[in-house]
């Protein structure tokens, strides 16, 4: 047999809804339970109105104009939940409305759909309440940017008593102990050779063999290896495949000169 509370609640489904945006300040205030009338054994308690919604409608425009001073909406809040704030907020009605409907879950988990949205609004204090508003963000941006002070407990008798072993008491006391890591030697530490000279010393070396890798040539000459790299960059050509795939040899036309200078 099927769980009727499994089904989705549709009565309600046609009914006109508004979606409204509003400050947190005016958030709050409607979270905040409101007080209700006196009520008897016989009539549940009646709740009290947070906030009433002006329409204002300016008989010389006509429905066709898309003039948007009409028509106009003014929310009032009539509870004292929000202190200073303000009270008084202009609603405007957003022209780019995507279809949508509202749904609600109880507590027993039963789903129902409370209606549609009709109109959409996006709240903000009404002009006379501009600069009142500001003021309270401008207090509030302070207040969380503000640094919130440590208080430091005063101990009474603190002679060092509390802090002394009993008889009979185990203290563990850990050690952490760091390891040293091996230091490495820095590139920097090697010192740069003229280049002039060191270009003398790479003919040489490919004299002696026509190829060298990089790490063979930083232990041939104890030379920074981004210095080596400018030099081999100008003077050779790097081999990515064959039999001395990942060494340097001597660009053509340097093996030509070394070439013609031996006897």
């Known amino acids: 047999m ?5 089904y989705l609640e549709t009565s309600k489904a046609e009914r006109s809804m508004w979606l409204m945006k509003c400050p947190a300040l005016v958030s709050r205030s409607f979270k905040t339970p409101q007080p209700s009338s006196i009520s008897t054994s016989s009539s549940p308690p009646t709740p009290q109105a947070v906030a009433k919604v002006i329409l204002s409608i300016d008989p010389r425009v006509s429905n066709d104009d898309n003039d948007s001073s009409s028509p106009q909406f003014t929310m009032e809040l009539v509870g004292t939940e929000i202190g200073d704030g303000p009270k008084r907020y202009s609603m405007e009605m957003s022209k780019d409305l995507v279809p949508m409907s509202v749904f609600s879950e ?6 129902s ?36 002070r440590q208080i430091q407990q005063v101990i009474d008798n603190d002679n060092g008593t509390h802090m002394r072993p009993m ?21 920097t530490k090697r010192t740069r050779r003229d280049r002039g000279e060191m270009e003398d010393i790479m003919f040489k070396l490919f004299e002696r063999q026509p190829n060298w890798t990089l790490r063979q040539l930083i232990q041939e000459t104890d030379q920074p290896e ?8 100008d003077l050779c050509v790097y081999n990515n495949k064959g039999t001395n795939q990942g060494s ?11 070439n013609d200078t031996n006897p």
């Open 2 to 6: 099927e769980n009727k509370d499994s």
């Open 106 to 111: 109880s507590s027993q988990g039963k789903l």
């Open 113 to 148: 759909v409370e209606g549609k949205i009709l109109n959409k609004f996006d709240m903000r204090p009404h002009d006379e309440n501009i600069e009142n508003y500001g003021k309270l963000c401008r207090e509030r941006t302070n207040k969380y940017m503000t640094k919130s």
């Open 167 to 187: 008889p009979g008491m185990m203290i563990a006391t850990v050690f952490n102990e760091k390891k040293k890591t091996p230091t490495k030697t820095s590139e």
């Open 226 to 233: 981004q210095f080596l790299k400018d030099i081999l960059k």
């Open 248 to 258: 340097y040899e001597l660009k053509p036309e340097y093996k030509k000169a070394s």
